[in-house]
């Protein structure tokens, strides 16, 4: 058979970031895929090293809109740890509740925007329209819906009095309540498991020989989670489970996604309810003594990793950032191998890529 | 295994007794200091023992270049490689851990640095027609002028 | 027949203003001004109530909503679906980002701001911007389209 190349992006339906795919098919057939990346290249390293510790927190929150809070956060932990400051543990449950309720609007994005991909606008409103609760829990504390600027270096900048607290109680019963609603019609939904089921497959080998991290990973059985197995934080003080599960098609990484989005609910009301008395933040100096740490942390798409080298001024000497959508994409080309023309949707959404994110 | 034991074995094997820590959340880092040339039996023996999560390549200049390979096993530990400037060069790993393909493109077209071995050495961020140079390389002249930027502004430091 | 002719193309505008369609891009921004450009189809902000659809196809659309801070690789694409919009056609700039650059201003591979590449017909400052303020500036755009 003749060889058809489709061009899919800059820009296109499918795609909320320009990115572009080369996909060579013969027949339905997807046999080959090329991924041209770039687009959103911003040369956040070079900048970081331009601006003082402090204007980075603001660079580094925009490398990416969905996913800014843990960015900030990994950033942050770093620079208190080369200062050798220890953040109160109020600010530490602060700011991991919004790391998870970060987790839960990403997610419930991620569903929209696949919802959207294979047809399914239904799911994309509803999902939605619930992400708003979430939103409206974060402009409550932070005043902010998508960029919180939450964390300074040295602990967050809002504290939570006793009305915050009885909106976070109530508005995360009201979400639990519809999003335990959406993962059971999912989860039993035909047309949904026919759209995702069986595709897109990595098996666990893969998984390994990649590197790859977050929920794809776990959706193949890669039974690793940053947040309870090298706890940062507040992470420390809580137990969680971790849904794993062994098919490793966009089945499996959707259902694992809307689980976590359960545990997340279940872990925010915890930390609601656990958040001790004290101050939120300590006082940090301008300049970060000679150094350099690594930090992790577990972003709503898997493993973020930050390096940081200090060489004793205002300015940090070099700033290295690997985001988990860079990781993931490499597996593209393997995922979108045989797969239907029709199918190509499904399995770019189920990834959950953010290309702001990998190329920085 | 736990990590303190990898680290004990890969260093008796290779004969190695260069290892540092480096501040790590939450644990501290193990760095070890490798020649160049031993960096792939290096990474054969942390796949024998287990540990397959390449968390990122780091590339430091200084008075070389400074390679630094972070993998994670329930526990921090990185690899140290110094390459020579001039006509940096080292092999590539993506043989052994295919995930690494990505982050060697990027130092490669961000720093210079050449890898062998490695199969797609095209562009990974920047444009088809970029011809500006190495964009994080920093050149004597560089440093000086951004120093001294630094001393005068203090709290702006940005520049245009 | 010149009575007829003129009614025809005053049809024509009414409609046009009554349904502006758009095109959203995103030209190389952090993804926050373009979540909240979507969160403008869902049921809470709902711009289908103003006749706004959201097109797949340039040649489809009225108004290119464009985000993001210009980087080199996207320039030459950005412009050609700007080529490829059928006149008469409107350009928002939504952010900061789109507006002067914003936060990335400096950065060696962006040109900073839309209207550097693109003639600009309404600024929506913002990082990122509320849909309250997107549908606000949807609107004045619309009532200037006379």
Known sequence: MNKVVVPIGPQHPLLKEPMSFLI????????????????????????????TYIQN????????????????????????????????KRGLYIRTLLCELERIHSHLLWLGVLSKNIGLDTIFMYAWRDREIVLNLMEEISGGRVSHAVNVIGGVRVDLDAMHIATLQNGLAELNDRVEELTRSIEHDRSFAART?????????????????GPVARASGLNIDLRRDAPYGAYRDFEMEVPIMDQGDVWARSMVRMYETVQAIRLSRRIVEALPEGAVSVKAPRKVP???????????????????????????????????????????SKQLKD???ADVSSVIAGVDLCIACADR | MKMEDIVNDLMATLGLDNLQTMLGIP???????LPAAQLLTAVEKLLELGVWHLS????????????????????????????????????????????????????????????????????????????????????????????????????????? | MKKNSIKVSNIVSWARKKSPWILHFNS???????????????PLYDVERFGILKESSPRHADILICTGPVTEQVKPRLQRIYDQIPEPKWVLAVGSCSCTGGIFSGSYNILGGIDKLLPVDMYIPGCPCRPETIIDGIIKLVELME
């Not at chain 1, 580094?60 to 200062?83: D, K, N, P």
């Not at chain 2, 644990?27 to 200091?33: K, N």
């Not at chain 2, 526990?75 to 993506?94: D, F, Q």
């Open chain 1, 24 to 51: 060579s098919l013969e027949g339905e057939q997807v046999v080959d895929s090329v991924l041209r990346l770039g687009y959103v290249h911003r040369g956040i390293e070079k900048l970081a090293q331009q601006r």
């Open chain 1, 57 to 88: 927190v603001y660079l580094i929150e925009r490398i990416c809109g969905i996913c800014s809070h843990i960015h900030t956060t990994t950033y942050c932990q770093a620079v208190e740890t080369l200062l050798g400051l220890e953040v109160p």
């Open chain 1, 197 to 213: 089921r069986g595709i897109g497959k990595l098996t666990l080998e893969d998984v390994k020989r990649f590197c790859v991290v």
């Open chain 1, 290 to 332: 000679q150094g350099e740490i690594v930090s992790r942390a577990e972003a709503p798409r898997g493993e973020v990793f930050y390096y940081v080298r200090s060489d004793g001024t205002q300015v940090p000497a070099r700033l290295k950032v690997r985001t988990p959508t860079l990781t993931n994409l490499i597996t593209l």
């Open chain 1, 339 to 341: 797969v239907q023309m």
């Open chain 2, 27 to 33: 644990d501290d880092e193990q760095v070890i200091h």
């Open chain 2, 56 to 160: 990122a390549i780091t590339c430091l200049q200084e008075k070389c270049f400074i390679l630094l390979y972070h993998f994670w096993c329930f526990g921090n530990l990185t690899l140290r490689v110094e390459v020579a400037e001039g006509t940096p060069c080292i092999r590539s790993v993506s043989a052994l851990i295919p995930g690494a393909e990505y982050y060697e493109r990027e130092i490669r077209e961000m720093y210079g640095i050449e890898f062998e071995g490695l199969t797609n050495p095209s562009s990974l961020f920047l444009p088809d027609n970029w011809h500006a140079g190495y964009p994080m390389r920093t050149t004597d002249e560089q440093n000086a002028v951004a120093g001294e930027n630094e001393r005068k502004n203090g709290m702006q430091g940005g520049t245009s």
């Open chain 3, 28 to 42: 190389g921004g952090c993804n926050g001004c373009d979540i909240e450009i979507l969160s403008l189809l869902t």
